[in-house]
């Protein structure tokens, strides 16, 4: 019996081997073989993708040979990926495609997202997205404005990933039917961080009936993670873990997961567990996704609440060694996904919601100059330009009056001394001093949590007034994480004090510490104030003047000339 079974193997393994010759192979049936694998089932991949690059080396034909690199390069680590694309951009520079360049920084943009890095994930897009504007390819359009706003997904626009997901996944007849089911997928994560459960719930059903049907089982345990979150952020922790376990199962088992199905499906995990008070499972499940980021560097924001976590763990287990190593691994964390998301933040209105709402208006300005002569144009945006005028004007003359008061209420503050470091002025009202901590009969741990004895509480506010009193947050570049390593504790606590006992969250704290500094000294001392604007928002620790006007209004209600005209006003009295 075993000599048959091994003769039946061995022809099986001939003919096997006979149709695996690449020359034996279409290109369309190598193309279909690679794409339908299962994520994770490198070794096939790379082995199909190879088989067609050959292929099409052999032949010298260089429009395959270019799907060859696109193929091959899924599959290598960042350095030789980005040779198969640079590659791919070499041959295709004369390329009479339209899909040419926009597809290159796609796929480099995808690469870089892929490894975590945002910023030229970021770059990519938008160079794909001008160039695919530019050849009028509706689906690079659509995949580079759906790219991006995951990014925006990122950084908290949720409200807006939902506007572009939608749109593409119902209104868009020109993506396929796996784009829109990963586009309806996403959709629905979106969902559920605005909120909108009911939502989220009937696209997740959907998902799952549908991959069933079609037995497409990788889609299906993605659509049952997503589950598990959406139960997790009803507090239905129980139901679930049930799925998530399922999830665990099936992603670690022969890397059928990715990188983020394996540490979201954990991270789902240990939060449900740790929603239960199950603080050892929860504690064990974060561990790993701690190991993961050590092995792959797939770093993403949740993980704060993983090391938080930890963090607290090991403080109520008096384990100083572990704590110690956990604190340390959120502040290397915490760096990262800081530069990422003040890059990203920083970047995408400028690079592409401004362009785009230049062009969503100049579509509209096209359309008007389709349907009317060019008269009535003209002449409605003269008629909306003067009544515009007359209501600024208007407006500008009443608030003129209420700037000035504000300004000489200021000034007049200022005189009185009643404008210190330590003091919290409301807009338009007399500025009054709130008391310390020290000064409070309330109890620290009335005011903070758990986590933070009344030692480090106290601590941290001492440290804080010395930092007030030597005026040091006038220097620039001071961030959360900076202040908190100088004054040695973390990020999360130092947070915490200060929106606790200053009543304000630690951009807002440092602004009005910085503005309210300004608003002394500009009365107080000429000199400084015969500065330059620019000068002067330097020595205030500003990056520009910008920053320090716009700062300045916001505090106080009145622009900055406004307050430095009145100076003079009054001291010309």
Not at 322 to 330: E, H, M
């Amino acid at each position: 019996m075993l000599l048959v079974i091994g003769n039946v193997f061995f022809h099986a393994q001939t003919n096997n081997a006979e149709k695996n010759i690449p020359e034996k192979r279409t290109y369309k049936e190598l193309e279909d073989e690679f794409y339908k694998a299962l994520p994770g089932d490198t070794n096939r991949t790379k082995s199909i993708a190879g088989s067609y690059l050959k292929k099409a080396k052999s032949e010298k034909n260089m429009t395959q040979i270019a799907e060859g690199y696109v193929m091959i390069h899924f599959e290598e680590d960042l350095p030789n990926a980005l040779k198969y694309l640079d590659s791919l951009q070499r041959i295709t520079r004369n390329s009479k495609e339209n899909i040419y360049p926009a597809r290159i920084y796609l796929l480099r943009g995808n690469l870089y997202l892929k490894t975590n890095n945002l910023q030229a994930a970021l770059n990519n897009y938008i160079l794909g997205l001008k160039y695919a504007k530019e050849k009028g390819n509706k689906r690079q359009i659509a995949m580079a404005h759906t790219s991006i706003a995951y990014l925006n997904n990122y950084i908290g626009k949720h409200a807006e990933t939902v506007k572009v997901l939608k749109h593409y996944a119902y209104d868009a007849d020109y993506m396929n039917q796996d784009e829109k089911n990963s586009l309806k997928l996403n959709l629905a994560d979106a969902y559920i961080e605005i909120n909108k459960m009911d939502s989220a719930y009937a696209l997740i059903q959907e998902g799952l009936l549908d991959s069933k049907k079609n037995k497409d089982v990788y889609r299906y345990y993605q659509n049952l993670g997503l589950l598990g979150y959406y139960h997790l952020h009803l507090k239905n922790y129980q139901k679930a873990i049930n799925g998530l376990l399922k999830c665990e199962k099936y992603f670690f088992t022969k890397n059928n997961g990715s990188k983020r199905n394996h540490n979201y499906t954990l991270l789902y995990l240990g939060k449900s567990y740790a929603g239960l008070q199950e603080k050892e499972k929860a504690a064990e499940l974060f561990r790993k996704i701690d190991s993961l980021v050590l092995k792959t560097n797939y770093i993403y924001p949740e993980l704060r609440d993983v090391y938080t976590y930890l963090i607290d763990y090991y403080k109520e287990n008096n384990d100083k060694e572990k704590q110690l190593y956990y604190v340390d691994r959120f502040l290397k964390v915490d760096q990262v996904l800081d530069s990422q998301f003040r890059y990203i933040s920083r970047e995408l209105p400028r690079r592409y919601d401004t362009p785009e709402l230049q062009q969503e208006k100049d579509d509209i300005t096209n359309e008007l100059t389709k349907r009317k002569s060019l008269f009535y144009i003209v002449l409605s945006l003269l008629l909306i330009s003067h009544l515009l005028f007359i209501n600024v004007y208007f407006k500008y003359k009443k608030s003129e009056k209420n700037y000035k008061k504000i300004a000489q209420d200021l000034i007049q503050s200022v005189n009185e001394n009643r404008v210190g470091k330590n003091n919290d002025r409301e807009m338009n009202k007399e500025i009054s001093s709130e008391p310390l901590v020290s000064e409070s009969p309330e109890n620290p741990e009335d005011k903070t949590s758990r986590t933070i004895s009344e030692d480090i509480a106290r601590n941290i506010l001492h440290e804080l007034e010395i930092f007030e009193s030597k005026d040091q947050f006038l220097n620039k570049g001071i961030t959360l994480g900076s202040l908190a390593k100088k004054i040695k504790t973390n990020s999360k606590y130092l947070s915490e004090i200060i929106n606790t006992y200053k009543g304000k969250n630690f951009a807002t704290y440092l602004n009005d510490l910085r503005i309210d500094y300004a608003i002394s000294r500009l009365a107080n001392d000429k000199k400084f104030r015969s500065y330059k604007i620019p000068f002067i928002a330097e020595e205030l620790g500003y990056n520009n003047e910008q920053a320090f006007t716009l700062a300045f209004k916001k505090r106080t209600g009145t622009p900055l000339s406004v307050y430095l005209k009145e100076i003079e006003n009054m001291s010309l009295d």
